[in-house]
């Protein structure tokens, strides 16, 4: 069925009226009826019947009216994407991510077939904590990032969503204690000191810790001494705590600090995606392929 007869046909369900709809759609009446009249060929069925007011919509015609409606707004969304994705020469879209731990297993895949399938789109990336991120959504400065667990729901300017949860790990010194140990407990925490990101450059990072925390009988004590992770990392290795990441951040060697697994059920830890509510149909398509290979990695880590 061509969509020119669904066009046709809703503005007459509109109008209920063969010479309003033929002046909306600039057509003649004899024109536009024989397209009606083809639709009901194609349908099988009459779509309106004629009484002394005008015209009424039967029972078939209230079908196809409410599901037409639907069908030509997601043909006319098809045509805008792909308009816009044919478009793409001049473009430019910025990334902004948080930490260089995410990159070979998250980043770089879903970057790479980014890069195939938009070649003349130039693909800016910045590494920034996850607070730093979301206020340059705000300020225009990024199209789309990726971060990290947090409070970052609502963004003026952007629209964000959790795009899986990966467990939390215990990041101790090489010479710990629980160093040697596969798997720890919550209950093996309750007597450490455990350092992390700062509220200013994570706000609400630790909530799930927390509460699980509590869940389990105690306060955990913490001291918020970071702003990146190579910071938590050498505060770890110099013995001041023990730190709480996302299990992102295994594959990433960091000398003298070992990373222990969490026994279940553990902590999930939230990852984000955003993008600007002005971003162009290539920014959201990189959006889709790293909340793609996100959800991938995430599985693969024991997340959802």
Same mark, same amino acid.
């Given at each position: ?57 039967? %029972?078939?015609? !209230? ?5 037409? /409606?639907? *069908?030509?707004?997601? +043909?006319?969304?098809?045509? &805008?994407? $792909? ?72 963004? %003026?300017?952007? !629209? ?5 949860? /990966?467990? *939390?790990?215990?990041? +101790?010194?090489?010479?710990? &204690?629980? $160093? ?95 993008? $600007? ?28």
């Amino acid at each position: 069925m061509e969509i020119r007869l669904l066009r046709t046909f809703l503005a007459v369900a509109e109008t209920m009226n063969i010479s309003a709809a033929a002046r909306r759609l600039r057509v003649t009446q004899p024109a536009l009826s024989r397209q009606i009249r083809a639709l009901e060929d194609i349908v099988g069925h009459p779509l309106f019947v004629r009484h002394q007011t005008g015209l009424r919509l039967t %029972a078939t015609g !209230v079908t196809l009216r409410d599901h037409g /409606v639907r *069908a030509v707004a997601a +043909v006319d969304e098809a045509l &805008r994407t $792909a308009r816009g994705a044919g478009t793409t020469a001049g473009t430019v879209v910025r990334l902004g991510y948080y930490g260089i731990s995410i990159w070979e297993n998250l980043l770089a895949p879903a970057v790479e077939m980014f890069s195939r399938r938009f070649p003349d789109v130039t693909l800016q990336m910045v590494e920034e904590s996850s607070v730093h991120l979301a206020s340059d959504l705000r300020e225009g400065l990024l199209e789309v990032a990726l971060l990290s667990s947090g409070d970052y729901e609502r963004i %003026a300017g952007a !629209v964000s969503q959790v795009v899986c949860t /990966v467990p *939390a790990m215990v990041v +101790v010194a090489a010479n710990h &204690r629980l $160093a040697k140990k596969r798997v720890v407990s919550l209950e093996d925490l309750r007597a450490e000191e455990v350092v992390g990101f700062k509220h200013q450059d994570a706000p609400g990072r630790y909530r799930n810790f927390l509460t699980a925390c509590r869940d389990a009988g105690f306060s955990p004590r913490v001291t918020y001494v970071a702003s990146i992770f190579p910071e938590l990392c050498m505060a770890v290795k110099q013995r001041m705590g023990v730190g709480i990441i996302s299990s992102f951040a295994n594959p990433v060697p960091h000398p003298g600090v070992v990373f222990i697994k969490l026994k279940p059920p553990g902590v999930q830890m939230e990852i984000y995606t955003a993008h $600007a509510v002005n971003a162009a149909p290539a920014a959201l398509e990189l959006e889709r392929l790293i909340a793609a290979a996100a959800k991938r990695a995430a599985v693969q880590a024991g997340g959802q």
